[in-house]
């Protein structure tokens, strides 16, 4: 059997779609398959490549670590400098009362933890979160999921979870003195790229305010610079009580985190002991690798330059068939009539003389996600939207 014969065999399936190209190398933007075919990369492991795939120093990080130490014990016993020294680097571009870092191994996990420790700090248990969000596929992650479809198959599932109108004021009359947390993406990724209002977001941080709950922001997807600022919350002027990372945190390699002030956290280490554990959480080789990809996103300005590769997108991708153009940095859903219109284009850019990466979004599969590597330049962004013209019909 051939490697494609195995995977299909062999490997749990998640659709009957996969992408299914074996790729042999990544680098930069570039990916390659085992048949020599090279691939522009416009969704960067879904938000994970921030600095590129295998940046030479993200490489050199995890091979020093590896002369050092792997797996020593369980999280949060040991003092591994990586982790240390990766805390205090985030924490140092966060707010200050964002300084506890709870390392996990992926971004549902960290979610998890996250929703405990509101449950744990507040007394309460109703959790709210918003329609057409996306959280992960654990099972508290998949409760506060905002769709039904992907939820069903699944229950029971927890209790006293409230699924709210997203950007809607209304809403907001549901946060009460009940309410243990918020969870909210401040931009709806998988919906297509979607941008709530700055009054809205305001909002719901004073509706939080008022009733004692604790707003937690899922910046698993929006971190790391993708939409133009480091986290997407300094667009909105408001600061989370919890936030959550995952994906480019890790710079290539499984990481996620919950962070919020240590007096918050002390609560997951007393009655009970030990209240939220994991073995391999934050471990060496991923932390090493995350804060030299943080590191690169720092000395390379890459954030900086987000807008203008957004700008120069968005100059590029205009067409008839293209129905409408949604971003936040280099966030972008390119909307077109019809999932199977997206699908044949998708399909098609896989498969020509010059070849890109796309796919769509979860809860909007008739937009094309565009989400590259923050290090793309302008010729490779150039190229790509050519690629995607190509697959237009005229
Ligand atoms: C906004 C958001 N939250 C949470 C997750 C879950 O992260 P993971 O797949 O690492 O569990 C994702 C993953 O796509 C995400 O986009």
């Not at 299909?8 to 020599?36: C, F, K, M």
């Not at 130490?69 to 982790?83: A, D, F, S």
């Not at 499984?254 to 007096?263: C, E, T």
Request: charged content about 20%; proline content about 4%.
């Amino acid at each position: 059997m051939n490697q494609r014969q195995l995977f299909l065999q062999h490997v749990a399936q998640t659709s009957s779609t996969p992408i299914a190209l074996e790729i042999e190398r990544a680098e930069g933007a570039r990916l390659w398959d085992a048949q020599g075919n090279e691939y522009i990369d416009l969704i960067a492991g879904i938000s994970v490549c921030n600095v590129g795939h295998r940046h030479p120093k993200v490489i050199r990080a995890i091979k020093k670590q590896l002369d050092h130490y792997l797996h020593v014990m369980v999280y949060g016993e040991m003092i591994e400098t990586p982790q240390v020294q990766y805390a205090k680097l985030i924490s140092s571009h966060l707010p200050a009362h964002l300084n506890a870092v709870y390392f996990t191994n992926s971004g549902a996990e960290a979610v998890e933890g996250a929703m405990k420790l509101a449950k744990r700090v507040t007394g309460r248990a109703q959790m709210i979160s918003f329609n057409k969000s996306y959280h992960g596929s654990t099972q508290g992650a998949l409760s506060i999921m905002g769709d039904e479809y992907w939820r069903n198959a699944f229950r029971p599932l927890l209790p006293g979870i409230l699924h709210l109108d997203y950007d809607s004021f209304e809403s907001l009359n549901e946060i009460t003195s009940q309410t243990a947390c918020v969870i909210a993406e401040p931009i709806q990724a998988e919906r297509g790229v979607y941008t709530p209002s700055n009054e809205w977001m305001k909002a719901l941080r004073r509706k939080c305010d008022e009733t004692g709950t604790l707003l937690i922001l899922d910046e698993i997807q929006t971190g790391f610079g993708r939409t133009g600022t480091m986290w997407a919350f300094e667009q909105f002027a408001i600061v989370p009580d919890i936030i959550v990372l995952g994906k480019a945190l890790g710079g290539g390699m499984p990481l996620g985190a919950f962070i919020a002030d240590r007096k918050l956290m002390g609560m997951l280490a007393e009655n009970p002991v030990l209240g939220h554990i994991t073995t391999f959480g934050g471990h060496p080789v991923c932390c090493a690798a995350g804060m030299a990809s943080m590191k690169v996103l720092l000395k390379e300005k890459l954030v900086q330059q987000v807008h203008a590769k957004e700008f120069f997108f968005r100059e590029l991708l205009r067409h008839p068939e293209i129905q409408s153009f949604r971003s936040r940095g280099l966030l972008i859903a390119v909307e077109f009539a019809s999932e199977e219109v997206t699908k044949r284009i998708v399909q098609m850019a896989l498969q020509g003389q010059d070849r890109i990466l796309t796919d769509w979004f979860l809860f909007a599969p008739h937009c094309m996600r565009i989400a590259p590597p923050l290090s793309i330049t302008q010729k490779e962004i150039k190229k790509a939207c050519q690629v995607i013209l190509s697959c237009l019909k005229n």
